[in-house]
């Protein structure tokens, strides 16, 4: 299994330019989150999904849409980049059975919003 | 849900056992302790989790209070690759997923 994957690794944005951050999963997981990380904080969560077709919103979801079409995949769109979208974007994924709390974390998008 | 308080920073001797305390004073009862590590700019990584019962993994044991005010997270026998930034964090079952990171500890392995 390759786990929890995203595209890009790196990414430099004007701002007011729009951008797709992927994130994909390969262990059926239903429940899939994105978060952001800002230099020397801990993550704050964007949004999440239970499962296809079912989004809800997070801590700080303002200036970021998601969508989720599929159980693999749970992209995160920027709509209008701001310098203040400037972090390190991660992407989760966990089953929902009863008793599996675990989440498995990818590797990270590095954005830049100049 | 309950607030939890880490020290900033720690270190331990390679091959000593790091012990890494939390406090969680205001925990209610169908909240659980969950701890989560983050090696250098990596993605955080899952360790274990525990209601009131002391817990035993291939990685780490988990020790919660009687009072489960406080929990202390234990690698036995820390290695270079255990320096990261430990976060503990408290959630009940429901929102397990929705997980809130402080700042979590930073624990650095000397040689």
């Known amino acids: 299994n390759a786990g929890v994957t995203q595209t890009p690794k790196f990414q430099v944005l004007k701002t007011g330019q729009s951008m797709t951050l992927q994130c994909a999963q390969d262990m059926n997981h239903e429940y899939m989150s994105w978060y952001r990380q800002d230099p020397g904080m801990g993550l704050r969560l964007i949004h999440y999904s239970v499962g296809a077709g079912i989004t809800d919103q997070g801590e700080v979801p303002n200036g970021y849409n998601v969508s989720r079409s599929t159980t693999e995949d749970f992209p995160l769109r920027l709509l209008s980049a701001a310098p203040s979208q400037t972090s390190v974007y991660f992407c989760?994924?966990?089953?929902?059975?009863?008793?599996?709390?675990?989440?498995?974390f990818g590797p990270g998008t590095r954005l830049t919003v100049t | 849900d309950a607030k939890t308080t880490q020290p900033t920073s720690m270190d331990c001797a390679e091959g000593r056992a790091a012990n890494l305390p939390c406090n969680h004073s205001?925990?209610?009862?169908?909240?659980?302790v969950y701890w989560y590590r983050q090696i250098h700019s990596q993605g955080p990584q899952y360790i274990i989790h525990?209601?009131?019962n002391n817990e035993t993994n291939e990685m780490a044991s988990l020790i919660i209070t009687e009072d489960r005010k406080s929990s202390t997270l234990i690698l036995p026998h820390a290695t270079l690759r255990d320096t990261a930034v430990y976060y503990c964090?408290?959630?009940?079952?429901?929102?397990?997923?929705?997980?809130?990171f402080g700042s979590g500890t930073q624990l650095t392995v000397l040689p």
């Open positions: 205001t925990i209610s009862g169908n909240e659980y």
């Open positions: 964090i408290v959630r009940d079952s429901g929102s397990a997923r929705q997980l809130t």
């Open positions: 525990g209601l009131k």
């Open positions: 989760a994924s966990s089953s929902v059975r009863r008793g599996s709390y675990e989440q498995y």
